[in-house]
């Protein structure tokens, strides 16, 4: 790709971040291997999530086939557009948090710690009207277990228990997710901090990295729920 | 391997190495060392073993009399669900990976430490946390699931203390995660130069083949346990088949992980073998490359096969075909090591010591377990023996016959290196048999017994079984004892054992030619270039005597 | 540095790219398309993954050992998912017994 700058860390323009290389820790021979070292770590970390996350996908799967009418009036109890609104929010928070990489490449502080403040922002904003979503629930009487009443419209037709195992993967699934975003926006949020005081470099940002990976990882899970729980069947 | 260390080695006391150049509380609790953390491992994964191994006493004196000799049948199923849930989670699978693992993965490969010490220590405390919740459960009333939770009777129905159980597995098994992602990452990116994969131990390719399994299966344990917990805490019925849910899918989801579990525990093992016939027969492995490969392909083919542990569940015949065939798969690469490591002893210059005692024990034991794995993947014979004695005998086999002696013949193999002492040799050897014979005299009978038709987790059990039982019982005595005094003598010679030199079995690999014992906190004075195949013994070499 | 430096336009292409997948997949989901309705759903997801995956995590850029390791995960989820489904679709192809007494 002719517009890749050369592989070396010496980038041209303006730049206010300090260029002092990592800590080679004792383990290590070189840098580089640190670094690959480091990538590797998560990538397989990553792996071990693909399996967390893949067991509740397969008990899903499982009652999603045994149960399909049920798991489709599910999914029409839940409101389409603050799916679609949460899936676009979440992807422009991966494309910041790519931009942000970027700009820690450049050298950029101040644009750096916009990016990584609206990647913030927009988890943030995800979770709210996550959160948003579970209230109303909780006021439809649509809760398993601690507040399930289902009205017989709401139901319409399809057996109360499969609409209530859809629920239940429905808090489950996106409870579990919403738990990785708010460990993810506290990561991105000490990134930020050493972002501002500097502590991240040109030469030095593989912890951003790799904070940006997990973050995306999130963002594909994400990817997956939507349609999964939102968009069962077609149209009412 | 290449590089001759022409050291002479001070004697311990003077010189400086990982275990006094600091001292304190502090050093211990707050160390990154990869040395040290494996021995605090140790300690805590003993203690374990004694509290599991507890349990099944009160087990098996309870099993001397028909009606139950000294508790109620509550009682029973408690204890045999916490020597379950301590003996599996808290003992076996940690064993060798987080003690022996820990300490050699770096010094085998020419490291000087694991891509990760920090999360290395975090997974000890991590282990820590897991156990806390899981002798919280015990103390406090104790669980009566089994250790495998079977749904609806764990997540609905039970009153005892799953949920802290639970718990604690949970956690622990983040342990295992962090464990087998240092071992992955470090086996990748740190070897020496010119250690390329096939010129490594035998030791290594199990360790990489186990933190593979530990990566990809226990994150399914954790969300199995997790489902659980929920169902009990928020009374949703995901498992409940009365609002449609299926119990067989947990089992489907706990088995996922649970057989891939049972491979963490014995491919470790089959690592320590390797390297203790090898060195007790002075001879090249036979077929290295056949017992690599039969390590990865065992970490693959166990993932396929779980569903031989269900074949009496409701579960679809058609599956239990599919899994019983690729169960007899699986056998396969576990018995060309066994042909291997066969291989290599013979013409080999055999020496007796403790250890290779161990190995020997291994392989036959281990054998007479697999081969009755074989009886319980054929469907039929399964239908008659599942959930009885015949079970229990043949994974004892396997775990303690096999993963236990290899455990223990590596801690003798690598004790000095570890401590800079030898323990005293006499001992040792009387110990392993005093074990072979407790062990095959436990469990032996128990084959008999579950082929009669006596079923597991009953707190009693026919008239017509209480031969085979006291048998049994008195076996197990034995083997307690047998337990008891490696753990006398091994700790006794840490103070009073005669000084190690830097290798005493004059074996080959990094960990013995190129540091000395114990090693000092950086592993090596200088990085080791390695230009020789492993176990790279001289054509004939005399046996020590 | 061996990364290669990811040029703000490829960043800015891959999300359009995205928007415009997550807009196509809402979109379809107002249309009855029966059972192609999932099937598109999980085809248009796999495509978002793979941007995100490809170009936000540079997964195009990187040596295979990393491809390994996702490709690993998602074979090994395909295990688990394929194989309890073998089971949950063939448990009725035998006749189930209802009960120990006959003519049950």
């Known amino acids: 790709m002719s517009d890749i700058a050369p592989a070396s860390g010496a980038l041209v323009g303006a730049s206010d971040l300090p260029s002092t290389a990592a800590d080679l820790h004792h383990q290590f021979e070189e840098i580089e291997q640190q670094r690959d070292a480091g990538n590797m770590g998560m990538w397989v970390f990553l792996a071990t999530e693909v399996l967390f996350f893949g067991g509740l996908f397969t008990t899903y799967t499982v009652y999603r086939s045994l149960y399909f009418a049920g798991f489709e009036v599910g999914s029409h109890l839940l409101e389409r557009p603050f799916g679609a609104a949460m899936t676009f929010i979440l992807l422009g928070s991966s494309f910041t948090m790519a931009l942000s990489i970027h700009a820690i490449r450049m050298g950029r502080r101040k644009l750096l710690c916009a990016l990584l403040l609206l990647t913030i922002i927009l988890g943030a904003i995800f979770l709210g009207i996550k959160f948003t979503e579970y209230a109303e629930k909780w006021h439809e009487h649509l809760v398993p277990g601690l507040n399930f009443h289902p009205t017989v419209d709401q139901l319409r037709g399809a057996p109360g228990d499969a609409v209530d195992l859809f629920l239940c993967f429905y808090f489950f699934m996106t409870g579990l997710h919403a738990l990785h975003m708010i460990v993810g926006i506290g990561l991105l949020s000490v990134m930020a901090i050493r972002a501002w005081n500097r502590s991240l470099s040109q030469a030095n940002y593989q912890q951003l990295e790799v904070s940006g990976l997990y973050w995306h990882f999130v963002d594909i899970i994400w990817i997956f729920l939507f349609p999964l729980l939102y968009l069962i069947g077609g149209p009412r | ?545 | 540095m061996a990364e290669p430096l990811v040029p703000v336009r490829t960043y800015t292409m891959v999300f359009v790219a995205l928007l415009a997948l997550a807009a196509l997949t809402t979109g379809l989901a107002y249309v009855d398309l029966g059972p192609f309705n999932t099937v598109a759903a999980l085809a248009i997801a796999a495509a978002k993954m793979l941007l995100v995956a490809l170009f936000f995590m540079h997964v195009w850029y990187k040596p295979g050992l990393t491809r390994i390791v996702i490709l690993a995960a998602f074979f090994w989820l395909s295990l688990l998912v394929s194989m309890t489904l073998i089971d949950v679709f063939t448990r009725n192809w035998t006749p189930q017994p209802t009960g120990w007494l006959p003519g049950s």
């Open chain 2, 1 to 545: 391997m290449g590089v001759a260390v022409a050291q002479v080695s001070p004697p311990t006391g003077s010189r400086v190495h990982y275990l006094n150049e600091s001292y304190g509380i502090k050093s211990w609790l707050f160390t990154t060392d990869h040395k040290r953390i494996s021995l605090l491992y140790l300690g805590s994964i003993t203690v374990m073993f004694f509290i599991g191994g507890f349990a099944a006493l009160l087990m098996r004196l309870n099993l001397l009399e028909p009606a139950g000799a000294i508790v109620q049948p509550e009682t029973y199923n408690k204890l045999f669900t916490m020597h379950g849930i301590i003996m599996v989670w808290f003992f076996l699978i940690p064993s060798i990976p987080a003690t022996l693992g820990n300490f050699l993965v770096p010094m085998m490969i020419g490291a000087r430490d694991l891509a990760f010490p920090r999360l290395n220590l975090l997974s000890w405390y991590i282990y820590l946390v897991g156990a806390g919740f899981t002798l919280y459960a015990l103390i406090s009333g104790g669980v009566d699931s089994g250790w495998t939770f079977y749904t609806p009777l764990s997540s609905i129905y039970l009153t005892t203390h799953v949920l802290s159980a639970a718990t604690g597995i949970f956690i622990t098994g983040f342990s295992s995660i962090l464990t087998g992602l240092n071992f992955i990452v470090t086996i990748h990116k740190m070897r020496a130069p010119g250690l390329t994969w096939f010129r490594l131990p035998l030791f290594i390719w199990s360790m990489y083949a186990t933190s593979v399994i530990f990566v990809l299966a226990t994150p399914v344990l954790a969300i199995t346990l997790l489902l659980v917990g929920l169902e009990r805490v928020l009374h949703v019925g995901i498992f409940d088949p009365a609002i449609g849910g299926d119990p067989v899918l947990f089992q489907h989801l706990f088995w996922f992980y649970s057989h891939p579990a049972v491979y963490i525990m014995i491919l470790p093992g089959m690592g320590v073998i390797s390297e203790l016939v090898t060195a007790f027969a002075r001879k090249r492995a036979f077929g290295y490359k056949a017992i690599a490969y039969s390590s990865m392909a065992i970490a693959l083919l166990s993932f396929l096969v779980w569903g031989h542990h269900m074949f009496v569940s409701g579960q679809s015949v058609y599956a239990g075909v599919v899994f019983s065939a690729l169960s007899f798969a699986v056998a396969i690469p576990s018995a060309i090591k066994v042909f291997n490591w066969t291989a290599t002893l013979y013409k080999g210059s055999i020496s007796y010591q403790a250890p290779m005692l161990y190995a020997l024990g291994f392989i036959g034991l281990f054998t007479m377990g697999g081969l009755t794995g074989l009886f319980l993947a054929s469907l039929a014979v399964d239908v008659h023996v599942h959930d009885t004695y015949f079970v229990i005998a043949h994974f004892h086999y396997i775990m303690v016959g096999g993963a236990v002696m290899a455990y223990l013949g590596g801690i003798h193999f690598w004790w000095p290196k570890m401590t800079g002492r030898m323990y005293p040799d006499l001992w040792a050897r009387f110990a392993a048999f005093v074990i072979f014979i407790g062990f095959n005299l436990t469990f032996f009978p128990q084959y008999i017994l579950g082929y009669l038709g006596m079923p597991r987790r009953y707190a009693m059990y026919p008239p017509e079984f209480q031969a085979l039982n006291v048998l049994s019982t008195a076996g197990a005595s034995i083997l307690g004892i047998g337990y008891l005094i490696p753990f006398v003598y091994l700790i006794w010679s840490i103070r009073y054992g005669p000084e190690a030199s830097p290798n005493p079995w004059k074996a080959k690999g990094l960990e013995w030619e190129h540091s000395p014992s114990p090693p000092p906190k950086d592993n090596f004075e200088d990085v080791p270039v390695v230009t020789e195949e492993a176990y790279a013994y001289a054509a004939s070499e005399p046996a020590r005597v």
